[in-house]
């Protein structure tokens, strides 16, 4: 069974304070990791994919990483713009229409003061 | 606007009156999945499609169904809900690649919040 854990759950910063969140994973086989951003009250946003260990990918002040047992997301000099809940999920590759499966971590709640 | 949308936003029902969730996609995407999320339990896939008449279990499927006679529709159905399907449902779309393998960014809907009493 695919498992995802996000640690920690919730991260408290003050802006400009750099800091990682860690997404852990265990599949039999990844086909892709994902990260996501929910605003309260809304639909999670994309941010990144990443599909092999070693991957990197950048969007602003995000920098998100993959190992072949763990993603970190790496926010430098965070803004209160930036508070949200970070997702991490997980694709398995898999037979049949079994890689459409999706496996989301418990999320980490991060607020950063000004 | 490319988007997806759900309906009703908010719902508050009875046990065992039957009811279905609307979720609609303008992007013309293969994909589509229905989610509920749960305090500390994060998002959990509750059933997915990959094409038209094309659909599968996720985690947690019990007491759910679903149909995709079209590609721009996916409902999801509760005959008989119970309370502990009260929960924020997400509907999510996405293209996929390579004959399927592949799906990149879901694109989520704004949520549906279910109360069962």
């Known amino acids: 069974e695919d498992q995802v854990t996000q640690s920690p759950e919730a991260l408290r910063l003050q802006e400009g304070e750099s800091s990682s969140l860690n997404c852990s994973y265990t599949v039999s086989g990844l086909r892709g990791l994902f990260w996501y951003r929910q605003d309260p009250g809304k639909g999670p946003e994309f941010l990144f994919t990443?599909?092999?260990a070693g991957e990197e990918k950048e969007k602003e002040r995000l920098k998100a990483t993959l190992t072949k047992k763990e993603s970190f997301l790496h926010i430098t000099a965070p803004k209160p713009e930036d508070s949200a809940t970070y997702l991490c999920?997980?694709?398995?590759?898999?037979?049949?229409?079994?890689?459409?499966?999706?496996?989301f971590g418990q999320g980490t709640i991060l607020t950063v003061h000004p | 606007e490319a988007q997806v949308t759900q309906n009703p936003r908010y719902l508050i029902t009875v046990t065992g009156k039957k009811l279905t969730v609307t979720c609609s996609q303008n992007?013309?995407?293969?994909?589509m999945s229905w989610y509920r999320q749960d305090p500390g339990l994060g998002l959990r896939q509750i059933y997915y499609?990959?094409?038209?008449?094309?659909?599968d279990k996720g985690d947690v499927p019990e007491g759910y169904k679903v149909s995709r006679k079209e590609k721009r529709n996916f409902p999801l159905i509760l005959e008989s809900p119970s309370p502990n399907q009260t929960s924020l449902y997400f509907c999510a779309s996405s293209l996929s690649s390579s004959g399927g393998a592949f799906y990149n960014e879901q694109f989520f809907g704004p949520g549906t919040r279910l109360t069962v009493l």
């Open positions: 999920a997980v694709q398995a590759k898999g037979g049949g229409t079994s890689y459409g499966k999706l496996t």
């Open positions: 990443l599909y092999s």
């Open positions: 499609s990959m094409n038209v008449e094309v659909t």
């Open positions: 992007m013309n995407h293969e994909y």
